[in-house]
C-alpha cells in the first residue's frame, strides 16, 4: 500500500521569501510518480509539478521546484519568492506503477499563507 | 484545454435520498476518478473507472456507486445519503500523462 505524510498542517511565510513544504512517501514499488497540487479557496486542484522515481534531475516549473531525495523517501515542495497568490492548500500525491490506472494517494494537506 | 465539469458546485440533500453527481470530461480520458475531501484527510479514492462500463472500488467504497455508460460521463450515486456523506467530492480524469485533471468539485451537505 502507499502512503503520503504531509507533517505540516499550516505555514507562514512572508512574500518574496522562499517556503519549503514538507512531504514523505511511503511504496513498495519501483516505478512510481510524485505529484504536487495547490487548491485554492475556490476549490479546483491545481497542478503544479510532477516527478518520475526514475527522473535523475529534481523537477523545476517556474517558481516551483520538488527537493527528491530517493534514499530519504521525501518529496518536499519549495516555492521561490512566494507571492500572496500562493496562500492555499498544498497536496502532495503519488501514483503507484504498475496496473493502478493512474491513481492517487494524497497527503493530509498544508495550508500556506503568505503575509505581505 | 482540459475540461472537467461536474454537475453542482453546491447541492443539500437530505438523509435517506438517492444523490447523483455528475462529471463529464471533453478530452476523450479512459480513466476517470470520484474523491472526497475531507479536512485532515486530504482526498480519498471512493471509485475509478478505466474504461466504459468498467469500474473498480477505490479506498472508501461503502456507501457509494458509480455509472459509467459513456467514455465521457462518471457518476457518482450514493444510494440513501447519511450525514457522514457530507463532504466536498472531486472528479478527475486522465490519460496517458502522468497528471489527473480534477473538476471544481461538489460540496455536498447531508441534513
Known amino acids: 500500500a502507499q502512503k503520503i505524510t504531509q507533517t505540516q498542517p499550516g505555514m507562514f511565510v512572508q512574500e518574496k521569501e522562499a517556503v519549503t513544504l514538507d512531504c514523505t512517501y511511503d511504496?513498495?514499488?519501483?516505478?512510481?510518480?510524485l505529484f504536487w497540487y495547490k487548491q485554492p479557496s475556490s476549490g479546483e486542484m491545481i497542478f503544479l509539478i510532477y516527478?518520475?522515481?526514475?527522473?535523475?534531475q529534481n523537477a523545476t516549473e517556474g517558481r516551483y521546484s520538488l527537493n527528491f531525495q530517493k534514499a530519504r523517501k521525501s518529496a518536499n515542495l519549495v516555492i521561490s519568492a512566494s507571492q500572496l497568490g500562493d496562500s492555499a492548500m498544498y497536496f502532495c500525491?503519488?501514483?503507484?506503477?504498475?496496473?493502478?490506472?493512474?491513481?492517487?494517494?494524497f497527503g493530509q494537506g498544508t495550508i500556506l499563507t503568505v503575509h505581505p | 484545454d482540459v475540461k472537467v465539469t461536474q454537475s453542482s458546485r453546491y447541492l443539500v440533500k437530505r438523509t435517506g435520498e438517492k444523490v447523483f453527481l455528475e462529471c463529464v470530461q471533453d478530452?476523450?480520458?479512459?480513466?476517470m476518478f470520484w474523491y472526497r475531501q475531507d479536512p485532515g484527510l486530504g482526498l480519498r479514492l471512493i471509485y475509478f473507472?478505466?474504461?466504459?462500463?468498467?469500474?473498480e472500488k477505490g479506498d472508501i467504497p461503502e456507501g457509494y456507486s458509480v455509472s459509467r455508460e459513456k467514455k465521457e460521463r462518471f457518476s457518482l450515486i450514493l444510494e440513501s445519503a447519511s450525514t457522514n456523506q457530507t463532504s466536498m467530492y472531486l472528479c478527475?480524469?486522465?490519460?496517458?500523462?502522468?497528471?489527473?485533471?480534477f473538476g471544481p468539485g461538489t460540496r455536498l451537505t447531508v441534513l
Open positions: 478527475a480524469s486522465s490519460l496517458a500523462v502522468p497528471q489527473q485533471f
Open positions: 511504496t513498495s514499488d519501483q516505478s512510481y510518480g
Open positions: 516527478q518520475g522515481s526514475y527522473d535523475e
Open positions: 500525491a503519488m501514483r503507484a506503477g504498475g496496473t493502478s490506472y493512474g491513481k492517487l494517494t
Open positions: 478530452m476523450d480520458h479512459e480513466n
Open positions: 473507472s478505466y474504461d466504459v462500463k468498467m469500474k
